[in-house]
T-cell receptor
């Protein structure tokens, strides 16, 4: 079956760095997405990786290793507004998005 | 970035009635649209995938006669919740993607629709 695993909840301190991991097992691979979702709102796009390596975009970076079925989202200089759920999603061979359950990130002052 | 407009954002309906939710891609052609449901404190659950001009593919456990999906054009998909019941109360989100030349593109999400059935 298809499966995506990510931690349920993480806590970090304002100004610090946090890494959210995602491992996947899917039928085929056509890219991995990270989305941010605040409570009661639709997800917003953060990053897209299809090749191995690190993609940096401001305070957020995303890493992919296809051979290991592994990705992480790195958030630097954490701000209170970064408190949200972070969703990992993989596009399979049929271009369907398979979603992780999301990681709730709690930022403390 | 591309814009997906979902309407209405909130709707309250009586049990037994039907509700239609629209999802429009405003500045691109969406070859594929996805409909998700999200219950409080849970992840997005894919309900169905629709490709323009063809019947939607429903996920296991989703009643196709209850959740009618129409994707008649490359910019519009609709989800109709028929004979709604209180347990259908949820946050419904659409997303639209354009798959070009076999390359995966990001999915753009609508704003979501909060459905409350009373």
């Amino acid at each position: 079956g298809q499966n995506i695993d990510q931690p349920t909840e993480m806590t970090a301190t304002e100004g610090a760095i946090v890494q959210i991991n995602c491992t996947y097992q899917t039928s085929g691979f056509n890219g991995l997405f990270w989305y941010q979702q605040h409570a009661g709102e639709a997800p917003t796009f953060l990053s897209y990786n299809v090749l191995d390596g690190l993609e940096e975009k401001g305070r957020f970076s995303s890493f992919l290793s296809r051979s290991k079925g592994y990705s992480y989202l790195l958030l630097k200089e954490l701000q209170m507004k970064d408190s949200a759920s972070y969703l990992c999603a993989v596009t399979d061979s049929n271009y369907q998005l398979i979603w992780g359950a999301g990681t709730k990130l709690i930022i403390k002052p | 970035g591309a814009v997906v407009s979902q309407h209405p954002s909130r709707v309250i309906c009586k049990s037994g009635t039907s509700v239609k939710i629209e999802c429009r891609s405003l500045d691109f052609q969406a070859t594929t649209m996805f409909w998700y449901r999200q219950f409080p404190k849970q992840s997005l659950m894919l309900m169905a995938t629709s490709n323009e001009g063809s019947k939607a593919t429903y996920e296991q456990g989703v009643e196709k006669d209850k959740f009618l999906i129409n994707h008649a054009s490359l910019t519009l998909s609709t989800l109709t919740v028929t004979s709604a019941h209180p347990e259908d109360s949820s946050f419904y989100i659409c997303s639209a993607r354009a798959v070009s030349q076999g390359l995966s593109t990001e999915a753009f999400f609508g704003q979501g629709t909060r459905l409350t059935v009373v």
